[in-house]
Antibody, heavy 124, light 106 residues
């Protein structure tokens, strides 16, 4: 059974870099059928897609966050990671990692499996 | 950027009610739309994909319809387990979520 687990510091200081890792178990991150994404949800608010990566390293970023986001993949560890630089209080959120299903035509579709999420608070 | 707008933001209903949530896209997204259910403190759960396809294991009281720019999620007979937040998400161009609809007990 596929499981995704986010890990990383729960508290980050303003202006510093938020770093999270998603460990995938029960399946291979190198499967050609899937992409892997990060989504966040500020307390009491809605969902925001942050970015997506393929096992080959191809990335897609939310244009509104692109200048501050880096997503990378480590296939040897079955993990992918998020770095968000120059954080402010507005980046306080629950951060989720999730799996995208990909179609045979190459379209990267919806999120079919999610991690449980991890709360990251930006505060001094 | 494609914007997704859900209505209503909050919906008060009773067990057994038929409930409909609407999602509108700022431009045509064909049928590239998913619906998720989220309960407090939990990750979203996929309900519907490609606008009208029911995810495996999801009760048949959930259904989705629409194409282009207007979509609906319908719960035919609301059950106690259905009180939650619901989000639409387009995947025609990148991935964008609606702002959510909270279904609460009337």
């Amino acid at each position: 059974q596929l499981q995704l687990q986010e890990s990383g510091p729960g508290l980050v200081k303003p202006s510093e870099t938020l770093s999270l890792t998603c460990t995938v178990s029960g399946g291979s991150i190198s499967s050609s059928s899937y992409y892997w994404g990060w989504i966040r949800q500020p307390p009491g608010k809605g969902l925001e897609w942050i970015g997506t990566i393929y096992y080959s390293g191809t990335t897609y970023y939310n244009p509104s966050l692109k200048s501050r986001v880096t997503i990378s993949v480590d296939t040897s560890k079955n993990q992918f990671s998020l770095k968000l630089s120059s954080v402010t209080a507005a980046d306080t959120a629950v951060y989720y990692c999730a799996r995208h299903l990909s179609s045979s035509s190459g379209r990267v579709r919806y999120f079919d499996h999610w991690g449980q999420g991890t709360l990251v608070t930006v505060s001094s | 950027d494609i914007q997704m707008t859900q209505s209503p933001s909050t919906l008060s209903a009773s067990v057994g009610d038929r409930v409909t949530i609407t999602c509108r896209a700022s431009q045509s997204i064909s049928s590239w739309l998913a619906w998720y259910q989220q309960k407090p403190g939990k990750a979203p759960k996929l309900l519907i994909y490609e606008a009208s396809n029911l995810e495996s294991g999801v009760p048949s009281r959930f259904s989705g319809s629409g194409s282009g720019t207007e979509f609906t999620l319908t719960i035919s007979s609301l059950q106690p387990d259905d009180f939650a937040a619901y989000y639409c998400q387009q995947y025609n161009s990148y991935w964008t979520f609606g702002q959510g609809t909270k279904v609460e007990i009337k």
